[in-house]
């Protein structure tokens, strides 16, 4: 087997401002464990399509050796909020030790610059792995073995919900901004070209989202992708806002997702990853349409899968 390469050392976790699932983690206190150090923010498709994996590790391995540290860095204003993060902790079933890095200190000091990113420690604290992005599951978990010593067949997982892997052979969506700061390819309300995107309304584009404050208002998406997702909340907290996903002028039917019905409807109680389609047949080029009729909504990133 390879030998893994060192990296150098396992950075300090004291800019964390709070920790859930755990007391806080020093490298000292971790030495002699194997850790996976894994980066992640509750909005971000591409680490919600690991975190079965992730898991499944955490487990495996806990008694081995092995303890996973999960580091939320928000993407998003509303990620900085312990109160979501718990929430998002709890709805996603994340029981490993999550530092929280609203400042991006641990980020610093680890120069990461990618999420999801996973680094992995050997028991003496240097760093002998790492992995940008989703995938390599196979290797990152043979990985693990080595440094645990440890050996036998890999995880095996039925992921399901947001953690189910993308259909790459048909995605030709990128994820796609609406705030001022990242947004490209909005166009005028009408024939959208695929990966253009339009609203009608009384829409604020806003730094980081576009925002609907009141009445009435449509976002639109020409896609090529089985999923379709948008992050978005309501604009005042604890209310919610009702809206209805369209697909091509019709009700999505079978290809409806998550947080939708039959019928495209579903309503807005909290900022977070919304799935609004998922496709059973065959791909094409279709337009979601999402209406908000009483407005109150901030929407900032859609994404696909």
Do not use: K
């Not at 079933?93 to 200190?105: H, I, S, T």
């Not at 969506?173 to 995107?197: F, M, R």
């Amino acid at each position: 087997m390879e030998t893994l390469p060192s990296e150098g050392r396992l950075a300090s976790f004291e800019g964390a401002t709070g920790w859930l699932n755990s007391s806080p983690l020093t490298p000292e206190e971790l030495r002699g464990s194997v850790v996976l150090v894994d980066f992640w923010t509750y909005t971000c498709i591409n680490w919600l399509r690991t975190l079965a994996y992730v898991r499944a590790w955490a487990d495996r391995y806990a008694e081995q050796g092995l303890v996973v540290v999960g580091v939320h860095t928000p993407e998003f204003p509303f990620e900085r909020d312990v109160d979501n993060v718990t929430r998002a902790v709890a709805a996603m079933d994340v029981r490993y030790p999550v530092a929280l890095d609203p400042d991006y200190a641990v980020w610093d000091a680890f120069a990461n610059r990618y999420w999801p990113a996973a680094y992995l420690a050997d028991a003496e604290g240097q760093i002998r792995h790492h992995h940008f992005g989703e995938g390599a599951y196979d290797e990152q978990e043979r990985a693990i073995q080595q440094l645990l010593g440890a050996d036998g067949e890999l995880v095996s997982v039925e992921p399901e919900g947001f953690e189910v892997q993308a259909d790459w052979a048909s995605l030709r969506s990128p994820e796609s901004y609406l705030g001022s700061q990242q947004g490209q390819n909005q166009a005028e309300p009408g024939d959208l070209s695929l990966n253009q995107w339009s609203l009608e309304g009384d829409w604020a584009v806003e730094p980081r989202a576009a925002v609907l404050a009141g009445g009435s208002g449509r976002v639109s998406f020409r896609f090529h992708a089985r999923d379709a997702h948008l992050v978005m909340g309501p604009r005042a907290r604890g209310s919610g806002v009702p809206f209805r996903a369209l697909l091509d002028g019709e009700a999505p039917g079978d290809a409806h997702g998550l947080d939708v019905d039959e019928n495209g409807r579903g309503e807005l109680s909290e900022p977070r990853l919304h799935q609004l389609i998922r496709q059973p047949g065959r791909i094409a080029d279709r337009t979601l349409v999402l209406e908000f009729p009483e407005g109150g909504v901030e929407a900032y990133c859609f994404t696909f899968g």
